[in-house]
């Protein structure tokens, strides 16, 4: 039986071939005698076709997939995220090219709610300026930067996915109101049972204190939040983006930090990544800014590479691998006679 190979993204690896990370979860591909992997010879934003040349499966963290990437990708079964959200591959082109698309569902759920939290506690005690006034030796200026509590505050996520639900528990002991979220897609009675009331975007917006973004980037989504939108909140809350870029309008809520009516916003993700210099946004200091990084832990890496090492090894085994996007693959003709070359 041959080998399952497995190609890992360059980026993942420094130019000396040293991993990035401390563990990426590798160790679950090097105890399969059945696998071999071995990483890209150069990082591409965009996988090329001649990456995947010979490959059975390939663990992407940060290069997009399209179509031309799958051209006589023959032995491809699997492309792996490292991550929940798949906004760089295109899902169709995948399953046209009996390609499964896996995620590591849950593994960032507990680090970006943690991420989330904190930013939400940074930004209302004034973290940055009063760490500046330290610095710069400005002590008589704290009274301009008094802070508030999250005590009897109200959350607003738009996603009431894994993430938004864990952030939602963790924020139980500090005393705030019933959360609320949007999400046209929710389980109401999931949302029952985690005390979250579901609600119209408008009123969310009206309602909450925080407005957090925890969904994916769709067409649905592009530009969910804009100047309108950004109109209905409150003055004084906070708009935390740690869902992606180009769901909250960049020129929306400049405008809008710039009119001074929000208390402050935190950025993980933005409409061009990775930027072509300094952000705009660091000329406010009530703006907290993160490159697409906010939740990376030692935890959260090792979390995400054992899971998707593991469904290379399921594939290998011939079992399913968790977290398949276009689960519909599984059934084709074309994707079973590759399988069947590999699978023990």
Not at 14 to 21: C, I, Q, V
Not at 81 to 105: I, M
Not at 112 to 127: D, N, Y
Request: proline share 6%; hydrophobic share 40%; with cysteine.
């Amino acid at each position: 039986m041959p080998k399952f190979r497995v190609a890992l993204t360059a980026d993942m690896h420094d130019e000396a071939g040293t991993p990035k990370f401390k563990d990426m979860g590798i160790d679950v591909l090097a105890n399969e005698p059945k696998v071999e992997y071995a990483p890209f010879a150069e990082h591409r934003p965009v996988i090329g076709a001649d990456q995947l040349e010979g490959f059975n499966g390939v663990l992407v963290l940060t290069p997009a997939v399209n179509a031309a990437s799958l051209e006589g990708a023959a032995d491809l079964l699997s492309i792996a995220r490292y991550g929940v959200g798949y906004d760089g591959v295109d899902v169709p082109a995948c399953t046209a090219a009996d390609v499964l698309l896996t995620v590591t569902k849950g593994c960032p759920d507990g680090p970006v709610a943690e991420a989330t939290i904190g930013w939400m506690i940074a930004l209302t005690h004034h973290f940055k300026a009063k760490d500046r006034l330290v610095r710069e030796g400005k002590w008589d200026d704290r009274p301009d930067y008094m802070g508030c509590e999250l005590r009897d505050r109200t959350f607003g996520t738009i996603g009431l996915g894994g993430i938004s639900s864990e952030a939602i528990r963790r924020l139980e002991v500090f005393n705030m109101n019933p959360a609320i979220a949007y999400d046209p897609y929710a389980n109401p009675a999931i949302a029952e049972k985690i005390g979250v009331e579901l609600v119209e975007l408008d009123e969310l917006l009206r309602r909450s204190d925080f407005v957090s973004v925890h969904c994916p980037l769709t067409p649905e989504t592009k530009d969910l939040i804009g100047e309108r939108e950004l109109g209905l909140l409150k003055p004084g809350s906070y708009v935390i983006n740690a869902g992606r870029g180009g769901i909250v309008n960049e020129d929306a809520l400049y405008n809008a930090l710039e009119s001074g009516v929000l208390g402050g916003a935190a950025m993980d993700c933005f409409e061009v990544e990775p930027g072509d210099g300094p952000s705009r946004f660091g000329k406010f200091e009530n703006v907290m800014m993160a490159p697409h990084a906010i939740a990376w832990t030692d935890e959260l890496f090792r979390d995400m590479g054992r899971s998707a090492c593991q469904g290379m090894v399921d594939l290998a085994n011939g079992k399913a691998p968790f977290g398949i996007i276009n689960p519909e693959v599984l059934d084709s003709p074309g994707f079973q006679a590759k399988w069947d070359k590999v699978k023990s």
